[in-house]
């Protein structure tokens, strides 16, 4: 900024001199050999003064005003003294004021619609930023389940189709609290939310950035575990939520120790649509329960 600055003022300087040479040697000190070019000395100022005034803007124009001032001012006096030439030096003078006015106020109209411009622009970004931010907010809200702040099933049901859309292998845990209804019946349902929060803060923290999970119902989670695992990998990480379950919680002044049913399913193995993987993992996950809960069932077509 500084070294443009300086370079304004160094042209307005140049141009100060440069006019002051060329009204010198075209004006009062004109001789009879130099009165065949008044014309291009004329030219000349007003290519400087229009230097001045694209250049440096209000002060270019301020300068370019006073010095065909004093040039207008000289042509007068020359032509008190019965010069004729410098009636042709009135009219040039008074043409290159009223041309520096008109270049200078367009520059500046022009400047203020660049500004406007500018001032809407941010405020178009300012509305633009505004409304992606609501955006966001809504997205996160329609994929988050607002008591446990978990990702919600339609959340997990679309981070599945994206998988089956690319022809990602994947598993699905799909968990169902036992028994969770004496909860509510015994210790109120204010007790049953926070458990369940505390539930679903065990299984976000036991899932981190390596599983997808989300609550899906009620008293039900799912897990989703791209990429292909062993029946025996599956087996340990339920092992590990039966433990994450069976950990004494307290809530809302009750002691609370739970099981959960498991249900697992595979794509493509079990299901080739999210829906029907979701139906298969959940009729599992009924039979684990029918079978004694507190234990994992694997869909099988058969």
Request: charged share 20%.
């Amino acid at each position: 900024m500084e070294k443009k600055n300086g370079t304004r003022i160094a042209i307005l300087a140049a141009c100060i001199v440069l006019y002051l040479i060329v009204w010198l040697f075209m004006g009062p000190l004109l001789s009879d050999a130099m009165r065949p070019y008044v014309g291009i000395g004329s030219e000349i100022q007003i290519v400087l003064c229009t230097v001045l005034v694209v250049t440096n803007r209000k002060t270019g124009f301020i300068a370019s005003t006073i010095l065909n001032l004093l040039a207008l001012l000289s042509a007068l006096m020359g032509a008190l003294h019965g010069q004729t030439s410098a009636v042709t030096g009135i009219v040039i003078d008074v043409i290159a004021i009223l041309t520096m006015y008109i270049i200078y106020y367009f520059l500046e109209r022009s400047e203020i619609q660049r500004q406007e411009i500018s001032v809407q622009y941010e405020k178009l970004m300012d509305a633009n930023r505004e409304l992606e931010q609501k955006d966001e907010a809504l997205r996160a809200f329609a994929y988050t389940d607002i008591l446990t702040g978990m990702h919600n099933l339609r959340y997990f049901r679309e981070q599945m189709d994206e998988a089956i859309k690319i022809q990602s292998k994947f598993t699905i845990i799909y968990i169902d609290i036992d028994n969770f209804k004496g909860i509510n019946d015994t210790f109120g349902p204010k007790t049953g939310d926070a458990a369940l929060a505390t539930y679903a803060k065990r299984i976000s923290d036991y899932c981190g950035n390596r599983y997808v999970c989300a609550r899906t119902a009620g008293d039900e989670f799912g897990l989703l575990l791209m990429g292909e695992y062993t029946e025996a990998d599956i087996l340990n990480m339920i092992e590990q939520l039966r433990r994450l379950f069976g950990e004494q919680i307290t809530v809302q002044g009750a002691n609370l120790s739970v099981t959960a049913s498991y249900g697992v399913a595979s794509h493509p193995r079990d299901g080739r649509t999210s829906e029907s993987l979701l139906d298969n993992i959940i009729m599992a996950t009924y039979t684990a329960k029918a079978n004694g809960k507190d234990r994992p069932c694997f869909f099988s077509q058969a």
